[in-house]
Antibody, heavy 121, light 108 residues
């Protein structure tokens, strides 16, 4: 069974750094793209970027390029999303999602449960 | 960047009725790489449709995707109580793989 288990909720102050995780299981981690999706409170879904865990190739939305870093550790089947300096506007739910089919960019067929990040002074 | 515009923003219908949700792209979606997702409050999104019209595993056949080029539609043929939720389209033909802003389907 494919599972994506995300790390727990975080409460941070502006300017702090943060790295959240997405632990994958039940499939070959290096053969499927993984995406990160933001959902701000009461708002819609925003595509942030994707990573190919096999060689850590990444693609970012221009809206998020330079603002976050997506990475993966294939030895432990985990993808990450990190910030070096959080802002209040980063407050949101963050989802990781696995592409439906292997080897190509496709729809998002499997989703993590989400990680709520709250940034407040 | 391809902009997806969903309409209406909110759709008020009753169980048993037919729902028609629209997703219009600012330019043609490559290879018809268009998906639909359902999201209920407090839950992660769930894939309904990929490749314009293919249902994901376990999705009932009352969910029907159609369209091509720049105009796409999700039809729910006969609404069940559990169908009242948020719906998002996404194109994955050209990076960035953008989402529409969503349609909220509410009970009338």
């Amino acid at each position: 069974e494919v599972q994506l288990v995300q790390s727990g909720a975080e409460v941070k102050k502006p300017g702090e750094s943060l790295k959240i995780s997405c632990k994958a299981s039940g499939y070959s981690f290096t053969y499927y793209w993984i995406a990160w999706v933001r959902q701000m409170p009461g708002k819609g879904l925003e595509w942030m970027g994707i990573i190919w865990p096999g060689d850590s190739e990444t693609r970012y939305s221009p809206s998020f390029q330079g603002q976050v870093t997506i990475s993966a550790d294939k030895s432990i089947g985990t993808a990450y999303l990190q910030w070096s300096s959080l802002k209040a506007s980063d407050t949101a739910m963050y989802y990781c999602a696995r592409h439906t089919f292997g080897g190509a960019v496709t729809s998002l067929g499997y989703w993590g449960q989400g990680t709520l990040v709250t940034v407040s002074s | 960047e391809i902009v997806l515009t969903q309409s209406p923003g909110t759709l008020s219908l009753s169980p048993g009725e037919r729902a028609t949700l629209s997703c219009r792209a600012s330019q043609s979606v490559s290879n018809n790489y268009l998906a639909w997702y359902q999201q209920k409050p407090g839950q992660a999104p769930r894939l309904l449709i990929y490749g314009v019209s293919s249902r994901a595993t376990g999705i009932p056949d009352r969910f029907i995707g159609s369209g091509s080029g720049t105009d796409f539609t999700l039809t729910i043929s006969r609404l069940e109580p559990e169908d009242f939720a948020g719906y998002y389209c996404q194109q994955y033909g050209n990076s960035p793989y953008t989402f529409g802003q969503g349609t909220k389907l509410e009970i009338k």
